[in-house]
């Protein structure tokens, strides 16, 4: 039994697999996953589009859905972090949320560059992304009309790439790869610790 954080990080050092096992069945580690996309979401309604006034483009509608499936992956698995069927379906559906959201995001930043060329004294097509376009008719995937759901969260207004906030030097398309890989960093040791263990209790 874990009781601190001191402790997972013995236990960590000395046994990493049966360590790493034991966290993915409790709902800690899952209940953190989802407050940090709640802190994204928070931050991208609350902070950037309301306080800064900042409207979201197409990619970043899609970034925000993608953080969407990961919070609802998570609350998937709280609900038994030890039922295996809950477990596969929250993994999948976090992995497709990371996945398609990093590939966002990745556009998301090629965007930016491209609209920021011209600061940095390059063409659109120096930058390599003259051919970048951005819609206000959002595409979410199985055809989900969200913008019409819910207009305020997934009703892109703004222009990809043309936002000039920037913090530490990284702009905010960047900060959402950082999350992404993050988000991969924590969810590829658990992930593969849930696998293994799926594969002994086969055996």
């Known amino acids: 039994m874990i009781t601190n954080f001191k402790q997972w990080l013995s236990q960590l050092r000395q046994q ?38 900042m409207a979201p483009c197409e990619n970043c509608v899609y970034i925000r859905f993608s953080q969407f499936c990961i919070l609802i992956a998570g609350v998937i698995i709280i609900i038994n972090p030890k039922h295996t069927l809950l477990k596969i379906i929250g993994l999948v559906l976090a992995w497709y949320g990371i996945i398609y959201g990093l590939d966002k995001a990745i556009i998301l930043s090629g965007q930016h560059v491209a609209s920021h060329a011209a600061d940095t004294g390059l063409d659109l097509f120096q930058s390599g992304q003259g051919a970048n376009a951005c819609s206000l008719e959002p595409k979410f995937p199985l055809g989900l009309p969200l913008h019409e759901w819910l207009p305020y969260e997934f009703a892109p207004s703004g222009i990809c790439g043309e936002d000039d906030w920037s913090l530490f030097g990284l702009n905010m398309a960047q900060y959402c790869i950082i999350s992404y890989c993050v988000f991969i960093a924590c969810a590829l040791p658990l992930t593969i610790a849930f696998i293994t263990k799926m594969l002994k209790r086969g055996k």
């Open 16 to 53: 990493p697999l049966l360590t790493l096992e034991a966290t993915q069945e409790l709902r800690t580690v899952w209940t953190v996953m989802v407050f940090a996309c709640v802190f994204l979401l928070g931050s991208a309604m609350g902070y950037f589009q309301w306080f800064l006034e």
